[in-house]
């Protein structure tokens, strides 16, 4: 309390909103602070501030969504709008790019909405994360009755390259399944380990293991904390496994996670759209365009492949 009587607003890593309520519902919390325990359900915050904030931060046109629906970025995005609209004369930022479409250090200083003014002053907090090593680009490409599925080497350490030569990719079960991460590293462990114990528990069926793997990672404690994807595939399937308990089947066959992952992914579509029906071709072309667009992925690619039923 003391904390926000001095007028510091703080914005950490796991994100603080009301899942069941909508993304304006969640702005008048912050809005009508102060007032009697009554004023929430008996007052309406000012609709136009509500929207100067939200067009701020790009959720205008999320306003009625319940904002456990919105994506990680939108969600961090939800909580800065929240706390800016305390007007606090500081804002406390944990790791405040994770997952956002706009960097904050870009967006904030000069107002996060009407009730921030110009030169709005902020901090980024250091944490341990920060000292977090990295694993990033990952690719799977099933085309031509072959599946394969390419990391690059890079790993960074914050703003610093600590390993050009990493391997990303590993083979899991019987050597049948092929596994990436995007990621801390010892999540990364971690993960495949839990998902190797599901496999043994339900041996042939990749789906099931992963479905399983997913419930316990959205409610196990430990787990949930992970902000993380991991692809994986088989002869017979590609899915995609994320920490919010989705678990889901690409319908082209191409999986792209990590920093990079959105730059291979059009990448390699465009290929296979192209004509091109090599499955490694293809994924080495592309985390080859990935590598030159994105500064956490470099060109030192290593790739696994299986065949496909």
């Known amino acids: 309390m003391a904390i926000a009587r001095a007028g510091i607003g703080r914005k950490f890593q796991v994100p603080r909103i009301f899942a069941e309520l909508t ?3 969640n702005m008048t919390v912050p809005l009508l602070a102060g007032s009697n325990p009554y ?3 008996t007052r309406q915050a000012p609709g136009a501030e509500i929207g100067a904030l939200l067009r701020r931060v790009r959720l205008e046109g999320r306003r009625d969504t319940p904002a456990g629906r919105l994506s990680h970025g939108e969600k961090q995005w939800l909580e800065i709008a929240m706390v800016a609209a305390r007007a606090p004369r500081l ?3 944990d790791e405040p790019t994770a997952g956002n479409p706009l960097t904050v250090e870009s967006s904030c200083p000069h107002g996060v909405g009407a009730s921030c003014p110009p030169g709005f002053p902020l901090s980024r907090s250091m944490t341990q994360s920060d000292a977090v090593w990295h694993g990033t ?3 799977s490409v099933r085309r031509g009755g072959k599946v394969v599925m390419a990391g690059d080497g890079q790993v960074t350490m914050g703003a610093t390259v600590v390993k050009s030569n990493a391997n990303k990719i590993r083979r899991l079960g019987a050597g049948d399944i092929l596994a990436g991460f995007a990621g801390a590293t010892a ?3 971690t993960l495949f380990e839990r998902l190797e114990a599901k496999l043994e528990r339900h041996p042939g069926q990749l789906a099931r293991a992963c479905v399983e793997l997913a419930k316990d990672w959205r409610t196990d404690r430990y787990l949930r904390r992970l902000e993380a994807l991991m692809a994986v ?3 017979r399937v590609s899915l995609v496994v994320s920490g919010s308990g989705d678990v889901l089947e690409p319908e082209d066959g191409i999986i792209g996670i990590g920093s990079g992952g959105p730059f291979a992914l059009s990448a390699a579509r465009a290929l296979a759209a192209a004509g091109e029906t090599d499955a490694e071709a293809i994924a080495r072309r592309a985390m080859a365009i990935a590598a030159e667009i994105c500064i956490y992925t470099n060109d030192r690619v290593v790739l696994e492949s299986l065949e496909s039923r």
């Open 23 to 25: 993304v304006a519902e």
């Open 91 to 93: 804002m406390l930022l």
């Open 187 to 189: 999540d990364a462990f």
């Open 137 to 139: 680009t990952v690719l």
């Open 233 to 235: 595939a088989d002869g």
């Open 39 to 41: 004023a929430l359900m």
